[in-house]
């Protein structure tokens, strides 16, 4: 094999060694600002009570916001990785998608689960806790402030389970609101965008 030959491949292993080693760095700020405005319209459209009164409204008001959060939050990873030259296929980004996607996927059956046997005033602190375990989970191959969000939503989360219900969805604003603003607000001022 020639040294040229070597060289190349030394190079190729080096470049792909760094990326599966870096840290995701494609997660937005001013996607979270605006999943965090999203979070505290839907506290507005769903206001205390809605849950125990009309858990049907409560339930099409979060997962709307939840599924336009996410949209808008991709769009704006996807641009922020472009800009960056980052893949979201591989290296750190997919270590990211792959921590994250499990506590998601529990969140979802966890909702369907308590819909149907009308445990609804569970909802808000199983979102909580599960979305923060996703966030921590995935913050591991990001950027610091995402896994300290992630613990925060946790700590939501706990103390959701120990409130009444009405109150609960003012915790709710708190996380999917005010913890989307602050650290998006962190992440856009300090990672970039």
Do not use: E
Not at 21 to 46: C, E, P, Y
Not at 63 to 76: H, K, N, P, V
Not at 99 to 112: E, I, K, N, R
Not at 177 to 192: E, P, S
């Amino acid at each position: 094999m020639a040294l040229s030959d070597r060289a190349a491949d030394n190079l190729r292993f080096i470049r792909d060694t760094m990326a599966r080693a870096g840290a995701f760095t494609s997660v937005s700020g001013s996607g979270m600002i605006a999943a965090g405005t999203l979070g505290f319209v839907a506290s507005a459209a769903a206001p205390p009570l809605v849950l125990a009164s009309d858990p049907r409204r409560f339930l099409a008001v979060w997962i709307a916001a939840a599924i336009l959060a996410g949209a808008t939050s991709w769009s704006a990873i996807r641009r922020k990785a472009a800009r960056a030259g980052q893949s979201l296929l591989d290296g750190p980004a997919r270590r990211f998608a792959l921590a994250f996607a499990p506590a998601l996927v529990a969140g979802a059956v966890l909702t369907v689960a308590f819909v149907a046997t009308g445990q609804t005033s569970l909802l808000p602190g199983t979102w909580l806790s599960l979305y923060g375990a996703a966030v921590t989970a995935g913050g591991a191959f990001s950027v610091r402030p995402v896994p300290i969000m992630g613990c925060a939503f946790l700590g939501l989360g706990a103390l959701c389970f120990a409130l009444p219900a009405p109150s609960q969805q003012f915790v709710l604003a708190a996380g999917f609101g005010g913890l989307h603003l602050t650290f998006g607000y962190r992440i856009m001022r300090h990672y970039g965008g």
